[in-house]
């Protein structure tokens, strides 16, 4: 019965993000709201206008598939979905900026994607603490601990997804792949929400791929690509991070490992070049493969397979565990 259930929730997601992207890019020509090429920007790799509406049909997807299902009307769906509209917002505006060739200011990027983190954090979906390995007693982290630990891996993640969102279909591959590491996750420890908001993770994301493989028709711009990593991160939290051990800590930081460690390098480069982390470059490592003589699709396929065996690994940690 949970496994037709979890199908059940993976066709819907993909369905309504399916039937809804074509309208919704129709929409953003008549509205200019599209990704043009800029001459002279190695980040901008597509020749024709692009549609940025995609991140649309992803929320309402994601959401409609998992309220359906899941039937959970609590506190922490209506956290989730809160936070969901702030970095869709925000979002928008970001990517509003970007049709208009200006950049959006990071303060008020910065300010939003913590706002939707705290949200997460008071409805109870938190990194409370830990099994010690030698007592396998629960360690409880102090109040000003957790909401530190909560808040840094919700907006890390958010960023690192979105960051990752530089060629078609690199972005929503990676997240698919996490989505399906931590529905086994969640499976494995018994976690069916978890579960079914992963299984609609992927949903949305497969359907998404139909349209922006490359080379892509539509993009979700930051407000989609913040929005799969505010979920992606909500996910591991409320699954494969609730009562963890030491050693499963590393599960979800596996599962995700290629966004994550390629946009710490990132990160780090920014700051000690005294750049702000949000000055898009091109830095990233799918960039850099481009310019070592890898096509669009051979980098995509070779990064997603780098995903899926840190994403292996992290399933043998699980049964390590179990």
Not at 270 to 288: E, M, N, P, V
Request: with cysteine; charged share 15%; proline share 4%.
């Amino acid at each position: 019965m949970r496994t037709i259930l979890y199908l059940l929730t993976l066709l819907i997601a993909f369905a309504v993000v399916y039937v809804l992207i074509p309208p919704l890019s129709r929409l953003a020509f008549r509205l200019d709201f599209v990704d043009k090429p800029r001459a002279g920007v190695e980040r901008k790799l597509h020749r024709e206008p692009i549609p940025l509406t995609a991140s649309y049909a992803i929320f309402v997807g994601f959401f409609a598939a998992y309220v359906l299902i899941a039937r959970d009307l609590s506190w922490e769906t209506a956290a989730l979905f809160g936070g969901g509209v702030l970095l869709l917002s925000i979002g928008t505006l970001d990517d509003w900026f970007k049709t208009k060739g200006k950049d959006f200011p990071a303060l008020p990027k910065l300010l939003v994607q913590v706002s939707a983190a705290v949200l997460v954090y008071a409805a109870g979906i938190k990194f409370s603490g830990f099994f010690n390995p030698f007592t396998e007693q629960y360690v409880m982290l102090p109040v000003w601990l957790q909401f530190t630990l909560t808040i840094l891996w919700i907006f890390g993640v958010t960023t690192v997804i979105n960051f990752s969102d530089g060629m078609d279909g690199l972005a929503g591959a990676l997240s698919a792949i996490s989505g399906a590491t931590l529905f086994i996750v969640a499976l494995a420890m018994g976690q069916s929400g978890s579960a079914i908001m992963a299984a609609a993770l992927v949903g949305v994301t497969l359907a998404y791929l139909r349209f922006n493989k490359p080379p892509a028709k539509v993009f979700m711009g930051d407000a989609g690509a913040t929005f799969l990593g505010f979920v992606l991160a909500v996910i591991a939290l409320d699954g494969a991070f609730k009562q963890a051990t030491v050693l499963s800590l590393f599960i979800p930081i596996l599962a995700l490992g290629v966004p994550i460690f390629d946009n710490l390098f990132v990160v780090a480069r920014r700051f000690l070049q005294g750049k702000s982390i949000y000055q898009a470059d091109a830095s990233q490592a799918h960039y850099r493969l481009l310019r070592a003589g890898l096509t669009t699709k051979q980098v995509v396929a070779f990064l997603c397979l780098i995903s899926a065996c840190l994403s292996l690994s992290s399933i043998v940690l699980l049964l390590l565990e179990v």
